[in-house]
């Protein structure tokens, strides 16, 4: 194998490109992924669509090198943390279909399409950058049984309008709290903004899944009504690497009110909220998740 050409070996990386595109297994190198959303990009593609098991496909951007790459080998993102999220809803004695999914930074929808294939059925999805919205739109219309609402927006502590910043190559790492040193080819863009108590209309029971790299203080802080009221569940990103002191103190103390304990993931160990603050402190760079359900919801 260490023999073959160049040309053999972009001949085979394309013919598991060829398999991936048309719902067949083949493309499972990350690397090779990679490389092929490169040269489709290279070549003036923005984007492909992919079949998923049930016919539907998936809308992807080939300038994405995470979501896309890994839909592409694996057929999904993130469906393990769905999965978990949705065992500790079942825990709870809690069904999806009697909750809305509320899903703030929804990127494309793959997180959603795991929440459908997961039971749920009604969904907010709320996203603000452009690129990323269009996708969503495309990826989450005409979902068989679902009642789904699309919000071009943000979501944070303050109604108003925010500057989002744009990672060049990951476009789930677009951040409104901006990265901590420049990134060659990020760029910026104005985005409305909306409280999460504004978004979720009272007497809506419902989950809640954020992912806004760094934002989720903000975003917790707005929805103050909304969690006391009518939240039965968070499943939370937590970027230690992007919080002030200040909005560590108040994430985790928010967290602490909602339930008495948390689930770490990929781990799947429980632990009393009262250790988050020093789970924070520990992992000073990344990030890692978390999934809250309010007793007695």
Partial sequence: MGDDSDEERESRLFKMLRRALSGATGMRSKHGAGLALDILAANGITEIA???????LVHLSTRDKVIASSVLRTGSFGRAN???????????????????????GANIGTTCLNAFDAGFRRFVAVEPEPTNH??????????????????????????GTATLHLHPTNLGRHSLVGPKSSIEGAHVVDVPVKRLDDIVA?????????????????????????????????ALEVTPSRYQPADSADLAARLAAFAPEFTLLPEAIRHPVADLPGLIESRPSGHFDVILVRPGA
Avoid: K, W, Y
Wanted: glycine share 12%.
């Fill in 50 to 56: 992919v079949p998923r098991p049930d016919g539907r």
């Fill in 82 to 104: 769905m999965a978990a999220f949705v065992a500790a809803l079942g825990a709870h004695g809690h069904a999806p279909a009697d909750l809305v999914f509320v899903n703030i």
């Fill in 134 to 159: 269009a996708l969503l739109t495309r990826n989450l219309t005409g979902l068989t049984g679902a009642e789904v609402r699309l919000l071009d927006s943000a979501a944070g502590d303050v109604e």
């Fill in 202 to 234: 009272p007497g809506t029971p419902f989950a809640l899944f954020v992912d806004v790299e760094g934002f989720e203080p903000q975003v917790l802080r707005g929805g103050a009504r909304a969690l006391r009221d009518d939240c039965v569940a968070i």
